[in-house]
């Protein structure tokens, strides 16, 4: 199996639909983007046996708390990792513990994200 | 029992000289600051019940890759979350992981920092 | 008095209604994150006699226009450096120094930030 | 010729119009920083003969991409990029390249700049 | 032909003995990461006809000052640029552009990388 | 009088040999980023009225802590505070307020850094 069907495979474990928004949300401006996301991150990365979806998820959540930047990735993956069964307060204890790691504003910032992501309907990535 | 004391206990859990290293480090520069170490990283945050040692040594491993520019922290974080049962295998991964979200370089130093903890008998913060 | 206390007082100093603000904004999906920041940055740090909190307004609007990604706590803080004394021209200042440390684009998106706050009615942190 | 007007000439060339439009964006908050912009880096560092405004200008783009958070300096210089000759792909491939850089999210968030920037009519810097 | 070839014969062009390194340098601690760097930098993007190689480099060295904490592989990307043909005005055009974007530390950082690189043997990547 | 003038006086006031020190250290790589320095941060920025030298020095070591990956510039800047004026408690106050902003990481090594420049004779900038 090469690694665009396994990154559809692992997307489907995440959300059934994720597979066809990425590509949907790219195909205008840059489609290869689109295959790169489904081939590296989601069949090379993410589908490694080394640690489960709910940890690669938290993992997410640190880094892109500590980026900064990133808010509607962000989003995504608090909706990820929600689907892949992390609960709200596993979330929240993530982005807590960044206020030690990447500073007080940027912890508070995803927890604003966090509330809009817990309130909303949006299908994530 | 206050901040400090739950700080020095959870310290204690991931290594039992560590408390004194912390403020041993600091006694000449800034005694304060290795206080708020025991009390608010060890003491309000690691102490939560929420997620357990381990994850929460694989989110700080995740968000000082990210960073970039932290790896004396990123050493002794890598050293404390052996020290909690992470695997190095399972250490490896969560760089790996951040190849994704922080770029490829941030996660090829990240693994040097990785060769080096993994291979010295330094004892970590 | 502890951490707490101290850390009241101090938003006291700046605002009279900036502690029951922080406890409002997050307590219905983090409370303790409100309490630490009463505690932390108010209680342990704010409060120390080492500079005044005219100085320690500007280097906070430093770090976040460096930062680039905390337009909102900037905002706050350019509040707060109202409120404890600065001048709208230090304020500017010290936005416009960080032109050469943390770039051009950093040091304009504050600037933008900074007009908002000097324009509006907000209440700061 | 000085600075100023070596950097109005720069402006010039990539819009006749920008000069007096960064003047006017800070005319009222920092004046001075207007005449940095156009004595700095349009005086001192885009009119330097090594290397040409288009390369130039996409190496903008490259680090503004990988900062993350200057969307609109992004946007004004995804326009500019256009006006000097660059094409729509390669502007693409230069944010499209950052992804190993500087991580996907902040690639992701540069192309739904580029989408935005390719569709609006807004004049650019 | 696969990611794979391709991401080789593109380092060929560049270096015939990076393949090789970039796998040596990685074989005990994570051997994956060696053959992404090859599939997905080299076999995905470098590879790509929009943009020569050289202002690919140049791109990369861009994005590498701007991140400001990764000397090794911004050492390594100036090997490669001169590799493809890029002077060595050109790079250190493209270093001070970024004083203007990401602060002038960086770039002197960068020019202190870039003199290193200049007067030593290191085969870069 | 000129920006370039204007810099080497500011810069005399904080040590007479540092505009020297700064030509030399760049005159076999970028002349014209010695130029830059002089002019641009020390000819137009620290030396304007509306903030005094030490305030300014304060700010630029909470921008470098901030940014985490400029240790030789922060450096520099702390031996420039104490040259100006500031107290060591001044500096090492203006780092820990770090923690709260940029996180424990950055302000513990920045710490370190102040050590350094404490216990050595080096000149500064």
């Known amino acids: 199996m090469d690694s665009f069907q396994k990154g559809l495979e692992t997307l489907r474990e995440i959300d059934p639909l994720s597979g066809d928004r990425i590509m949907k949300m790219l195909e205008d401006i840059a489609p290869d983007m689109a295959r790169w ?12 046996p080394g640690l489960d979806l709910k940890t690669r998820e938290l ?3 640190a880094s892109l ?12 993956h608090i909706h990820n990792a929600l689907k892949v069964g992390c609960s709200r307060g596993e979330i929240v204890e993530a982005i807590l513990q960044m206020a030690v790691y990447a500073g007080f504003p940027k912890a508070l910032n995803a927890l604003f994200t966090a509330r809009a992501a817990f ?3 949006a299908p994530g990535l």
């Open 65 to 76: 708390t500590t980026q900064g930047a990133a808010s509607p990735q962000l989003e995504n």
């Open 59 to 61: 993992l997410t959540i």
């Open 37 to 48: 996301i489904i081939e590296f991150p989601f069949g090379e990365v993410y589908s490694r």
């Open 119 to 121: 309130s909303d309907k």
